[in-house]
C-alpha cells in the first residue's frame, strides 16, 4: 500500500487550498483515513478522519473551515482547507488505518506535503 500525497504550497492567509491524497491497493474503501499534520517543534496531530462510509472527525479547532472527503472510486482522499491561517502552517500527511478481520493491522502513512500560510 502506498499513499501519494499532493496539494500543498504557498497561500496567503485567508487563502484555500485543497490536499488530495491517492492511495494505492484495494484496502482505501473499507478503512478509515485521514489528514495529520506537524509543526516545526510540534508533534503530530490528527487533522480529520473519514470512515468508509463517508463519517467524519475533525480537530475542534478546525471544524467548519476544513473538509474532509473521499472518493472510493478513485481510491482518493481528500483535505479542503479554507480561510487558513499562519498557525496552519504545517507538513500534512495521509494515513490510512487497516483494519480487516484479524484486526487492527497498522498505519501506512503518505510522504507528506508542505503547507505555508503567509503573507
Known amino acids: 500500500v502506498q499513499l501519494q500525497a499532493s496539494g500543498g504550497g504557498l497561500v496567503q492567509p485567508g487563502g484555500s487550498l485543497r490536499l488530495s491524497c491517492v492511495v494505492s491497493g484495494s484496502i482505501f474503501r473499507v478503512n478509515t483515513a485521514g489528514w495529520y499534520r506537524q509543526a516545526p517543534g510540534n508533534q503530530r496531530e490528527l487533522v480529520a478522519s473519514v470512515t468508509p462510509g463517508g463519517g467524519t472527525n475533525y480537530a475542534g479547532s478546525l471544524r467548519g473551515r476544513f473538509t474532509i472527503s473521499r472518493d472510493n472510486a478513485k481510491n482518493t482522499l481528500y483535505l479542503q482547507m479554507n480561510s487558513l491561517r499562519p498557525e496552519d502552517t504545517a507538513v500534512y500527511y495521509c494515513?490510512?488505518?487497516?483494519?480487516?478481520?484479524?484486526?487492527?493491522?497498522?498505519?501506512?502513512w503518505g510522504q507528506g506535503t508542505q503547507v505555508t500560510v503567509s503573507s
Open positions: 494515513n490510512l488505518q487497516h483494519w480487516n478481520r484479524g484486526g487492527y493491522q497498522g498505519d501506512y
